[in-house]
C-alpha cells in the first residue's frame, strides 16, 4: 500500500502543470524585486481614459495599487520576483481549477490575447487577475463592467514600463 501512494504522488508530481511551475518559480526566485520607487514609476498615470486619483506602494510586499475615475476602477501590481512568486505560482495554480460559480458570484477563466485571465463578476462589479511576462500579478477592479467590457476597454500597453523593467 505504502508504494501505491508514493506512486501516486509522484505522478502528480511529474505532470506538465508541475514542472511549469517549477520552473517559473526557479526563474522567478532568481530575480531581483523592483524596489518601492521603480513599481511607482512604472505605475500608469491613465487607464481606460481616466486620469490616476492615487497611487501607493505596499511597503515590504513588492506591490503598488491605485485607483482612476474616483475610484470606480482600481489596479494592483505585485511583482512576484525573488520571495514574493507565491502569487504567480498561486494563480497559475488557481487558473487549472476555478472553482464553478454560484448565484453570487460567476467566475470565468478565459485566455485573452494570450493572457491567462480569470475573473470574478458579482454585484455588477468585476475582478480580473492576470499574470504579466511571467512576473507581474496584475489584478483589475472596475465597477458597473462585466469581463469583457472590462478587457475591451483595458490597454494591456498601459502596463507596457513593467515589461520593460522585466528584460
Known amino acids: 500500500m505504502k508504494s501505491v501512494n508514493s506512486e501516486v504522488s509522484k505522478e502528480k508530481k511529474d505532470t506538465p502543470l508541475n514542472s511549469e511551475l517549477e520552473k517559473l518559480k526557479e526563474t522567478l526566485i532568481n530575480k531581483t524585486p523592483l524596489t518601492d520607487e521603480q513599481l511607482l514609476r512604472a505605475f500608469p498615470k491613465e487607464l481606460m481614459g481616466f486620469p490616476l486619483d492615487k497611487v501607493n506602494a505596499i511597503p515590504g510586499m513588492s506591490q503598488v495599487y491605485g485607483q482612476f475615475n474616483n475610484g470606480k476602477i482600481a489596479l494592483s501590481i505585485v511583482d512576484a520576483a525573488g520571495n514574493k512568486n507565491s502569487a504567480a505560482i498561486t494563480f497559475l495554480s488557481f487558473y487549472e481549477y476555478v472553482p464553478p460559480s454560484n448565484e453570487k458570484s460567476k467566475l470565468i477563466k478565459i485566455e485573452r490575447d494570450g493572457f491567462k485571465t480569470i475573473s470574478d463578476f458579482k454585484y455588477n462589479e468585476t475582478e480580473m487577475k492576470l499574470l504579466l511576462d511571467n512576473r507581474f500579478m496584475v489584478n483589475?477592479?472596475?465597477?458597473?463592467?462585466?469581463?469583457d467590457e472590462l478587457w475591451e476597454a483595458f490597454d494591456i500597453e498601459s502596463l507596457k514600463e513593467y515589461r520593460e523593467l522585466n528584460r
Request: charged share 25%; net charge positive.
Open 140 to 147: 483589475l477592479r472596475a465597477k458597473v463592467m462585466t469581463p
